[in-house]
């Protein structure tokens, strides 16, 4: 039997190397969407219902007062005042998923994904902060990002 060169074992690695991060980029790329509970699956859709009508007011009052929204290439925006102007011509298809949660007391956290279709592949990863007010988790901080750079980034 003949040894392999030194060449086609490095080239080996490196084909192995490259399926292994190919294959972990895949997974990182594609989580795996979750069922969170109840309570905090009413802030996803009620940010989804919201967005999809073009309703800042209502997209707004998902906030605390106090709350921050970061979005990609533009500067923090703090209030729920404020974040109800920035919103003003938002709106559109979206359909966001839970990746992971947590609860603790009356803090938590919702990581995800959004996207136009619910068939399609997540464009975006979205970080929601949350505090429970009065009863009612609400969020007090959103920060996304697309997956991909758009054309104006």
Avoid at 34 to 63: C, G, M
Avoid at 91 to 111: K, N, P, Q
Wanted: aromatic share 8%.
């Amino acid at each position: 039997m003949e040894k392999p060169s030194n060449l086609k074992c490095l080239l080996l690695i490196g084909l192995l190397n490259l399926s292994v991060t190919v294959s972990n980029a895949a997974a990182q790329e594609n989580p795996q969407a979750i069922d969170s509970p109840k309570e905090l699956e009413r802030v996803l859709r009620d940010y989804e219902t919201h967005w999809q009508n073009s309703n800042a007011t209502q997209l707004a009052n998902l906030f605390t007062e106090d709350a921050y929204i970061l979005r990609p290439n533009k500067p923090i925006t703090k209030g729920r005042s404020n974040i109800e102007e920035a919103y003003q011509n938002a709106g559109g298809r979206l359909v966001l998923e839970a990746y992971d949660y947590s609860i603790d007391g009356t803090t938590g956290y919702i990581i995800g994904g959004y996207k136009g279709h619910e068939s399609l592949p997540a464009m975006g990863k979205f970080i929601l902060t949350l505090r429970k007010e009065e009863g009612k988790w609400m969020i007090t901080a959103d920060m996304d990002n697309r997956n991909e750079p758009g054309k104006n980034e």
